[in-house]
């Protein structure tokens, strides 16, 4: 595997299910991003890790939990969702923080 | 603080038509300027950068020029294709550190045959 992988790649959930999306890079980067991007809005930053440290947390629900065990691995575990939380959530790496991102291709997620 | 402005889309083309996205920015300093580009139901994919002012980046037939002057870093592309219908997303890298890259709006180029 090279670069940024999700998965899965498609999740349906209902407003009581836990579930975690899971993203991995391969590029020996040390920092890692969640974004979430719905239609019609904005890419918007959810978190941020810098060597396994949170360093950004952009007032995210705390029904959204990430879990980064280290600089390859990223979670977001996920747990009584509403269905406004239906988006694209996107994984990225770079670098360092502030360095060029790399996108992974996204987990399509459905809150029913 | 940062910030990135994008030309509101969708942008509508036939192939073969010449194609400006604009993209100018707030930031102290000189920041590096990103383009990425997202196709249908993929993640976002980094197109060209530039680092400093008057640098041109390209790949793919797109390009885009940094001009201080204007805090601008329009892309443009001579003739496009179908397969080039994506969202492109203008982007910067600010100068405080531990900040993440900030991201335009993003804009909708639909290229017809």
């Known amino acids: 595997e090279t670069g940024v992988t999700q998965t899965p790649r498609h999740l349906v959930m209902g407003m009581t299910n836990k579930k975690s999306l899971k993203c991995e890079q391969h590029l020996g980067h040390n920092a890692m991003y969640w974004y979430k991007q719905s239609a019609k809005k904005p890419l918007e930053l959810m978190f941020v890790?810098?060597?396994?440290?949170?360093?950004e947390n952009n007032s995210v629900p705390s029904r959204f939990s990430p879990e980064c065990p280290n600089s390859s691995h990223l979670f977001l575990h996920l747990h009584t969702l509403q269905p406004e939380d239906s988006a694209l959530y996107l994984c990225?790496?770079?670098?360092?923080?502030?360095?060029?991102?790399?996108f992974g291709p996204g987990t399509r997620l459905t809150v029913t | 603080g940062d910030s990135v402005t994008q030309m509101e889309g969708p942008v509508t083309l036939s192939e073969e038509a010449f194609l400006t996205i604009n993209c100018t920015y707030t930031?102290?300093?000189?920041?590096?300027l990103f383009w990425y580009v997202q196709y249908p139901g993929e993640g976002l994919q980094l197109l060209l950068k530039a680092t400093k002012a008057d640098d041109k980046g390209s790949n793919k037939g797109f390009e885009a020029t940094y001009r201080k002057e204007t805090t601008s870093f329009h892309l443009e592309k001579g003739s496009v294709q179908v397969s080039d219908s994506a969202v492109y997303f203008c982007?910067?890298?600010?100068?405080?550190?531990?900040?993440?890259?900030?991201f335009g709006k993003g804009t909708t180029l639909s290229v017809s045959s």
């Open positions: 930031a102290t300093g000189y920041p590096s």
């Open positions: 982007a910067l890298r600010p100068n405080q550190a531990g900040t993440a890259l900030i």
């Open positions: 990225a790496s770079s670098q360092e923080v502030t360095y060029e991102q790399y």
């Open positions: 890790y810098n060597f396994k440290e949170q360093t």
